[in-house]
């Protein structure tokens, strides 16, 4: 697997590897929901919180271990979403690190992201892509499930969210043979937002 950092780009989105561009448009965006990173977050990009992670973001990124993309809807950064935890040996690769402010959500801009970034990876290698939920956010385990992801199971306990609670981790994935149904559900699912 040898994932290449590129523009990908669809009807309803468009990903763009993270730059200097991008940072005050994400941070705007961020800002746009503070109950999100408060409650369903493992960090927060909040504040000074956004600046710390936006570094450390920047040095994974350097260091090969994450390729982050700012999610531009209308010109205007509106969310972000990365590949993370990139296992090119193994070739797996875990798509997360997601948020979208809330004037996008529940439209086609997360299936149309997922699409890309699924397709790319899937494109460049992988076998298997993965997804990392907090069992508490029923809104993002059911957009995962609705993409085509089977549930694999709940780690319990799992990670010290930055407020201190303790969070159970759902993991899911899409396997390389299970990708052409998944991407043809998530072509004609996204086909009726054009209707």
């Not at 994974?60 to 390729?67: D, L, P, R």
Request: aromatic share 10%; glycine share 10%; proline share 4%.
């Amino acid at each position: 697997m040898e994932l290449e950092s590129e523009v990908l780009q669809n009807a309803f989105v468009r990903l763009e590897p993270f730059s200097k561009t991008h940072k005050e448009e994400l941070r705007a965006a961020c800002a746009a929901d503070p109950a999100t990173w408060n409650d369903l977050y493992p960090y927060s990009m909040l504040g000074a919180g956004f600046d710390f992670h936006w570094a450390r973001i920047g040095q994974e990124i350097a260091e090969g271990k994450t390729m982050g993309f700012a999610a531009v809807v209308g010109g205007v950064c509106r969310g972000m979403s990365a590949y993370i935890g990139i296992d090119g040996m193994n070739h797996v690769v875990e798509i997360g690190a997601t948020y979208y402010e809330p004037s996008v959500r529940g439209g086609p801009v997360n299936p149309s992201a997922k699409r890309l970034l699924l397709g790319h990876a899937f494109d460049c290698g992988a076998t298997r892509v993965q997804f990392r939920v907090d069992a508490i956010n029923a809104r993002s385990r059911a957009a995962v499930l609705k993409l085509g992801a089977v549930q694999e199971g709940i780690l319990r306990q799992d990670r010290v969210t930055w407020t201190g609670r303790v969070r159970d981790t759902v993991h899911f994935s899409i396997l390389a043979d299970e990708w052409p149904a998944v991407r043809d559900r998530l072509d004609d699912r996204l086909a009726a937002f054009l209707i």
